[in-house]
């Protein structure tokens, strides 16, 4: 059974960054897409960012020019660089295998992402 654990979350001001990871257990991470969601409170879950296999990338207008999905495949783990932080990027960011917007395992617990002055 894969698990997720993700990290990084924290408060930041507005414009600051921060870096998120999610390290994936199983040998067969490299052949998976991956995605970072994000669930804001009264809100749906939603793609932020995935990234292929291959390495090609896909990004949710809102954060375009802001925010950098990348792979490490030798550490199995998937890490979401986000720069220029807002207010409304404020949620529970979470990551899972698979492709855009088709999730193929349990979640994990996710890490917070506060933007606040």
């Known amino acids: 059974q894969v698990q997720l654990v993700e990290s990084g979350g924290g408060l930041v001001q507005p414009g600051g960054s921060l870096r998120l990871s999610c390290a994936v257990s199983g040998s067969m991470f490299r052949i998976y897409g991956m995605g970072w969601y994000r669930q804001a409170p009264g809100n749906q879950r939603e793609l932020v960012a995935h990234?292929?296999?291959?390495?090609?990338?896909n990004y949710a207008d809102s954060v375009k020019g802001r925010f950098t999905i990348s792979r490490d495949n030798a550490k199995t783990t998937v890490y979401l660089q986000m720069n220029s932080l807002k207010p409304e990027d404020t949620a529970v960011y979470s990551c899972?295998?698979?492709?855009?917007?088709?999730?193929?395992?349990?979640w994990g617990q996710g890490t917070q992402v506060t933007v606040s002055s």
């Open positions: 990234i292929g296999s291959d390495g090609s990338t």
């Open positions: 899972n295998g698979g492709g855009v917007n088709t999730p193929l395992w349990a």
